[in-house]
C-alpha cells in the first residue's frame, strides 16, 4: 500500500514537534507539509520551530506554510507553562536555515487539496483557524479533503484550559465550530484517549541509551512538560498530537463512535467545551468519528520503537 | 486628487445606488468592488455587482467574489426586501464582463497592502469579506486609511431583529473581528440612514431624464418602496448605503460621536446586536467614530443630483 499523503497544521509546540518525527520515522506516512498557527506559541515561533525540528530530522525539503497570527474572534493566548516560552521546553536547536513557503497556510491548503481532491488527509494539531479560514474562503476545498483528524476537545474528560475545555478548542472555538459543521470526514482524537497515552520518565532514559540528536532533542523538550504533569498527578506526560498518526499507522488501537459533536461559542463558562450528543437527543446526524477508547501503553510503546529507528538513522 | 476607495458589498437593492453613487463623484477614484453574501447570494450579488458596473460604463473597475458564507451563522439572505434577484423590479442584462480570479479577500489585501495609507474602504454588507482579510493578513489594519461601515443600530430598533440590524447580524462574529481590529472606523448605523427616505417625488424629478440610469433607479426602488411600506410603515425607501458612500467625500452631513462600540455573539436574544457604551461603563478605549446625527434633506439632494447628472451622461 502507497503511504498516505498528509499535512499537519500545527501550532509546535513539544508534542506537535513528536508527531512530525513520529510522522517522518513512520513508513505508512507521507509528510507533504507544515502549515503553522499561533496556539502553543506564537506564529513566529511556531513557523521557526516547525523549520528546526525538520532540519533535525533531516527533512527540510519538506515545505512549511506560515498561517494564521490570531484566532478568528477570541484574544490570542499561549500556553507557556506547558510548553516553555520556546514553545519546544529546554530544547535548544539551531536557528533553522530553511525559511517558509511564501503562500500563506490558508493558501497553500486550498491549492495542495484542489490540485489532488480526495488525495490529502490534513491533521490539525493546533487550534482550528488555518482550516475554518480555508473552509470559508474556498467553497470547494471541504469537498476536496480526504479526511480530517483533529487533536482536539474533552468529551467526558475533565478540560486542560479550563474545566471544561481542552486547549486547541479553547483557543479557537469558531474556527472548530466552523471546522465541525464543514461536512469533511473527520476523526477526532480528544483528552479522552491522549490522556491514556503517558511517557514517562524511565521511558525517556530507555531512549536516551541510543545516542542521537533525536533522542537528545526529545529529552531535552519533553523535561518541562513532564514535570508539569507529574505535579498533576499524572503518571506520565501525554502525547496528544502523535496519537492522531496512530489513525494510520496503528487504527486497531483506538476504538472509534460516530456522534454528532459541536461546541459551545457562547462566551459563558462552558466556552470552548466540547460535547457530543451520546444519547442522540438532538436528533443531529453523526458529523465525526470520536476516539473514545485506546490501547494507550501498545501506543507508546510503538511511538518509541518509532523513535529509536529514527534516532539510529540520525547520528550527528 | 480623487480620493481612492474601495467598495466591499452585497447589490442589493442600497447597494447599487451606492455604487452608482461613487461613479457619479468626481471626488472619488473607484479602484475594486469586492462582493459577499448578504442581500442575495453571492452568485447573485456578483452578477448584479458586474451588471450596474456595465450599466455605468465602468467595466473597467475590477470586481472580485469573496465569501459565500457568513464565518459562524448560518447563511441568511434578504429577498423580501431586495427581490429575488437582489435588485428589485429592476431587470439587467446578463453580464459580460467577469469577475477577477482573485478572492474578494485577496483583492482588498493586494490593494490596500500595495498603497499605504491611500485607500478608504467602504463596507456596505456583512463584513465577512473584510474580516478573513484581517484575519489573513494582519498588517491591513495599519495599511488602510480608514473604513466607512454601514451596520449597526445603535438606538434605532433593529431591521432583521429587535435589536439587531441586518448587515451585522449576518455574521457578527466578523463585526466582531472588524470593530476591534485597530482600524479607523467610521460607523453609519440605522440611527442616521432611517432618516434618509427616498420618496416617489424624488424618484419622479430623476425620471425627467430618460435614461437606463434613471429608468434602473426607478425599477430597483419601485420593490424597495413597496417593501418599506407593508413591512416597517415606511413611505419612500431608506437608502442606507449610499449615505455611507457619501460621507467619503461629504461627512459634513452627519454629526459623529467617538465610542466604545461593540457586538453581541453570544448567541442569545441580543445576538448581532451593535452597541455603544456611551457612559464608558466598561471603561474600554474609543474604537470608531459613529453617526448620530444627520441631515436627511442635504444627502438626499446631493444623491438626487449626482444620480442626475450620471443619468445625463449615459442616455
Partial sequence: MSPKRIIIDTDPGVDDALTFLLALASPEIQLEALTTTQGNVTLEKATRNALSVLELGRASHIPVAAGSMYPLVQP???????????????????????????????????????????????????????????????????????????????????????????????????????????????????????????????????????KSPVTQFIKDAIEIYLKFSYDRGFAGCALHDPLTLAAIIAPELLTLKEYYVDVDHSGGVAMGKTFADIFGVTQKPANMKVAVGVRGDDFIELFIQRMEILARSITE | MAKRILIDTDPGIDDSLAILLALASPELSLEGLSVVHGNCSLEQAVANGLSILELANASRVPLAKGCELPLVQPSLLAPETHGNSGLGYANLPKPRSRPTVQHGSDLLIEKIMSNPGEFTLVAIGPLTNVALAIRKEPRMVDALKELIIMGGAIRHEGNTTALAEFNTYVDPHAAHIVYHAGIPITLVPLDVTYQCVLMASDVERLLKIDSPISQFIRDATGFYMEYHDSYQGIKGCVINDPLALALTFASELCDYQELPVDVDISGGVSTGKTFADFYNYDKKPVNMKVALGVRPRDFIELFLERTEGLSRKIP
Avoid at chain 1, 102 to 117: F, G, K, N, S
Avoid at chain 1, 146 to 162: P, S
Avoid at chain 1, 195 to 201: E, G, I, N, S, W
Fill in chain 1, 76 to 210: 490570542l493566548r499561549a500556553s507557556t507553562d506547558v510548553h516553555g516560552s520556546s514553545g519546544i521546553g529546554d530544547a535548544r536547536l539551531p536557528e533553522p536555515k530553511s525559511k517558509p513557503i511564501a503562500q500563506h497556510a490558508v493558501d497553500y491548503l486550498i491549492e495542495r487539496v484542489l490540485a489532488e481532491p480526495n488525495e490529502i488527509s490534513i491533521f490539525p494539531i493546533g487550534p482550528l483557524t488555518n482550516l475554518a479560514m480555508a473552509i470559508r474562503k474556498e467553497p470547494k476545498f471541504s469537498k476536496a479533503v480526504k479526511e480530517l483528524v483533529i487533536m482536539g476537545g474533552a468529551i467526558q474528560e475533565n478540560g486542560n484550559v479550563t474545566p471544561l475545555a481542552e486547549f486547541n478548542i479553547f483557543v479557537d472555538p469558531h474556527a472548530a465550530h466552523i471546522v465541525f459543521h464543514a461536512g469533511i470526514p473527520t476523526t477526532l482524537i480528544p483528552l479522552d484517549v491522549t490522556h491514556k497515552c503517558l511517557l514517562k520518565q524511565e521511558q525517556v532514559d530507555r531512549l536516551m541509551k541510543i
